[in-house]
């Protein structure tokens, strides 16, 4: 684990809420101190998030509640790349150096390789590299498809060090100067536990499973 303040050199940080109450939601807020609820949380983490943000060689900042974030850390202590914040507010995200891309993904998701690339590809008065493909990888069936929005994804880069949490991913393209990245950068896990994710409808195309390979994720891991 280590400290916010070494966070400061990297040009690019990954940024994800892990554990941070929804608005409106009060209903599940107590399972932010859920020891058991958390766990789930923290096994999807391990088996997606973890090694496919690994491998970037760039630092990751996990946003949790006042009451997760302790257990968190402690369940995390190992990884050196990782940054527990604590964050109460679901739009307070966090806020980078001028100089750094933040980068906005979910924590059960996985990131391709080379989306740091992609987007310092980009050119422009940008603000913000935004995708609407992507793959998404059913746990139970083994079945990856294709899919593209119409809106922007969940996974996004953010220049300047702009809070990366700071409005819905699905207005981003309204919200500030945005370039679309063509490719699926992004894979969705689907697990039954998901708020917004679906399972994989029967229709769509069964993809090779070596499509996982660019995403740090394997088979075998599930």
């Excluded at 409106?24 to 807020?29: G, I, R, T």
């Excluded at 101190?33 to 949380?41: I, K, N, V």
């Excluded at 060689?57 to 202590?77: D, F, G, H, T, Y």
């Amino acid at each position: 684990m280590s400290d916010t303040a070494s966070l400061g050199e990297a040009p690019h940080v990954i940024v994800t809420r892990f554990s941070v109450p929804r608005p409106h939601d009060p209903q599940n807020s107590s399972n932010h101190a859920d020891e058991s609820w958390l766990g789930r949380r923290l096994d999807l983490f391990r088996a997606f998030f973890a090694p496919s943000v690994s491998r970037l060689n760039a630092p990751a900042v996990l946003l949790c509640s006042s009451r997760s974030a302790a257990v968190v850390s402690e369940a995390l202590a190992d990884l050196e790349w990782l940054s527990v914040v604590v964050q109460d507010d679901w739009y307070g995200g966090w806020v980078g150096e001028p100089h750094q891309t933040l980068t906005r993904m979910d924590s059960d998701d996985a990131i391709r390789d080379d989306w740091f690339e992609a987007v310092n590809a980009v050119t422009g008065d940008v603000e913000v590299c935004f995708t609407r493909e992507f793959l998404r990888y059913d746990l139970s069936s083994g079945k990856l498809a294709s899919y593209a929005r119409n809106v922007p994804s969940p996974l996004a880069a953010f220049r300047g060090g702009r809070n990366p949490y700071a409005c819905d991913h699905a207005e981003l393209d309204q919200r500030f100067p945005a370039r679309h990245i063509d490719g699926a950068y992004l894979l969705q896990v689907f697990h039954g536990g998901n708020v917004s994710t679906r399972k994989p409808s029967w229709y769509r195309r069964r993809l090779p499973l070596d499509r996982l390979d660019p995403f740090g994720v394997r088979p075998a891991t599930v």
